[in-house]
């Protein structure tokens, strides 16, 4: 007759609750925890109110305001979600911030705007620039 030994249950049912726990912490992790935007940079949920306006306020309304600075070639007013959809429209807003010909390089005269700020305002336009 041929004898087995019996392994000891312990290290089994210590590696099927490893198993159980490892599983349980996958299913809750975020698809953005797997798959992360550069340099943490958040391109989701891009709302003009809260995300677009505030950097308009602070880099453009100096020269393109309500009392915008007349540049040759008309008016460049982005004050209001209105006046910012036309450039958006017609392309000028991203090539001007993404300092790509022909629009002229925005801000004037100043370093162009960082990767993460250009990414937002591109997530923003790509989910249709909401006026949200």
């Known amino acids: 007759m041929i004898r087995f030994s019996r392994m000891p249950r312990r290290p089994v049912a210590v590696a099927a609750v490893g198993c159980a726990l490892l599983l349980a912490a996958c299913a809750k992790t975020k698809k953005e925890d797997l798959n992360p935007s550069p340099g943490g940079c958040v391109t989701t949920g891009i709302s003009f109110s809260a995300d677009i306006q505030p950097v308009l306020q602070s880099k453009c309304l100096n020269c393109h305001g309500v009392n ?9 007013n982005l004050d209001g979600y209105a006046q910012v959809s036309l450039f958006v429209q017609n392309g000028l807003l991203m090539k001007s911030i993404r300092h790509e010909a022909p629009a002229s390089p925005m801000p004037r005269n100043a370093a162009k705007l960082d990767d993460c700020t250009i990414a937002r305002f591109q997530a923003w336009v790509n989910a249709g620039a909401p006026n949200n």
Do not use: H, L
């Not at 915008?68 to 460049?76: D, H, L, P, Q, V």
């Open 68 to 76: 915008a600075y007349e540049f040759s070639g008309g008016r460049r």
